[in-house]
Each structure stands twice: as structure tokens, then as C-alpha cells.
T-cell receptor, first 113, second 115 residues
Framework: DSGVTQTPKHLITATGQRVTLRCSPR?????VYWYQQSLDQGLQFLIQ???????AKGNILERFSAQQFPDLHSELNLSSLELGDSALYFC????????????FGDGTRLSIL | QQQVKQSPQSLIVQKGGISIINCAYE??????FPWYQQFPGKGPALLIA?????SEKKEGRFTISFNKSAKQFSLHIMDSQPGDSATYFC??????????????FGQGTTLQVKP
């Protein structure tokens, strides 16, 4: 058990809809990272928050947004969903912002019908 | 320059054999190289990591070899077991003024260890 909790485990929705994915980091970790895993793109970094503030952005679509709350949990919001957004979305956490071990949750599998 | 290239895509090894997975990178600013193991339905789990100031790191049956001049690093799994059957990812990140630690992943290697 990595200590990172992601909910829900599965999401099935339709094109054009909006969903929210939730992540609770390991106790004491201040950084939260979001990654997308798909068959064609592999594991891609989306966005990072550190202690409530956005720290880095990767290949994240404008339709996607995230935030980190005062209790350090994070949410990834995906809107105007398209078929191509179907993927596994992982959250990882680490103590700080530098090169430190990142521990991953078990992901949310998003299926767009 | 942000890519990490991983090979082979898939690997079949007999029980007790050595599994070797290779990665190459372009960005010389990378200074942290972890390996992750992923089982179906689970998130990637950190196996072992290395920094460029050492050429080899060993933890149990897992060893990372690092060649800074060639910009390559590899994972060796000694005495491979059926329980090692999983997908393995190499990754790289860099410290720097941005101080993010975001990981750039290789494409993954699916390892099957036959009994």
C-alpha cells in the first residue's frame, strides 16, 4: 500500500460530460503529481501542486484543470470529455518539490462512451 | 530532449535467468533516474533509483547500472521469478530552478518470467 488514495477507481461517462478525480496524498507529503497513462502515449505528466500552489504543468489540455486544497488533497477536473480522454489517471505524492521518491495511487480508470 | 527511450518493449525470461531492460536519455540535465514496477490494476511502485554520481546501485535482486557518458541506464533483475512478471518503467527528472521533480517516463517493458 503506497499510502496514496485515489477515488473513484472506475468512471464511465459520455462525451461532453465533466468528471472530478480525487487524490489524497501520503501523510506528510506536500507535493501532488497527476499523470495520464494510455496505450499510445504511455505515462505522461500532467500537472503538479505543492502545498496548495501550482508548481509545474506538462501536456495538460485546457479542458483539464486541477487544484490542491488546504488539507492537501487534490482534485483533477476533466470537462467536455472526448473519446480520446479514456485513460488511467494516476496521482503521485512526494514530500517536497525536488527529486524525491514519488509514490503512486492505484489510479482512476476513465472510460468515455 | 525530454524523451526517455526504453527497450525492449517486451521480454520473456526463464525462471532463474537475468532480465535486462535498457533506457537512454538525451537531456544531460536529468539527475534522478528511478525504476518503477507496475502490476495490472495497480499504480507504478518505486523499485530502485539512482543519481548520476554513482555507476551502480543494488537492492536485493535489482541492480541499476548507469553510464553517464553514454547517457544510458539499465535495470538488471537477477534470479528472475514468475512473481516479477510485470511492466517496468524507467524514468528521469531533474532538479533545477523550477524545482518540480516531475518524471519523464520511458514507454515501458512488459516482462514475463516463465516457470
Amino acid at each position: 500500500d503506497s499510502g496514496v488514495t485515489q477515488t473513484p477507481k472506475h468512471l464511465i461517462t459520455a462525451t461532453g460530460q465533466r468528471v472530478t478525480l480525487r487524490c489524497s496524498p501520503r501523510s506528510g507529503d506536500l507535493s501532488v503529481y497527476w499523470y495520464q497513462q494510455s496505450l499510445d502515449q504511455g505515462l505522461q505528466f500532467l500537472i503538479q501542486y505543492y502545498n496548495g500552489e501550482e508548481r509545474a504543468k506538462g501536456n495538460i489540455l485546457e479542458r483539464f484543470s486541477a487544484q490542491q486544497f488546504p488539507d492537501l488533497h487534490s482534485e483533477l477536473n476533466l470537462s467536455s470529455l472526448e473519446l480520446g480522454d479514456s485513460a488511467l489517471y494516476f496521482c503521485a505524492s512526494s514530500p517536497g518539490t525536488q527529486n524525491q521518491p514519488q509514490h503512486f495511487g492505484d489510479g482512476t480508470r476513465l472510460s468515455i462512451l | 530532449q525530454q524523451q526517455v527511450k526504453q527497450s525492449p518493449q517486451s521480454l520473456i525470461v526463464q525462471k532463474g535467468g537475468i532480465s535486462i531492460i535498457n533506457c537512454a536519455y538525451e537531456n544531460t540535465a536529468f539527475d534522478y533516474f528511478p525504476w518503477y514496477q507496475q502490476f495490472p490494476g495497480k499504480g507504478p511502485a518505486l523499485l530502485i533509483a539512482i543519481r548520476p554520481d554513482v555507476s551502480e546501485k543494488k537492492e536485493g535482486r535489482f541492480t541499476i547500472s548507469f553510464n553517464k557518458s553514454a547517457k544510458q541506464f539499465s535495470l538488471h533483475i537477477m534470479d528472475s521469478q514468475p512473481g516479477d512478471s510485470a511492466t517496468y518503467f524507467c524514468a528521469a527528472s531533474r532538479d533545477g530552478s523550477s524545482n518540480t521533480g516531475k518524471l519523464i517516463f520511458g514507454q515501458g517493458t512488459t516482462l514475463q518470467v516463465k516457470p
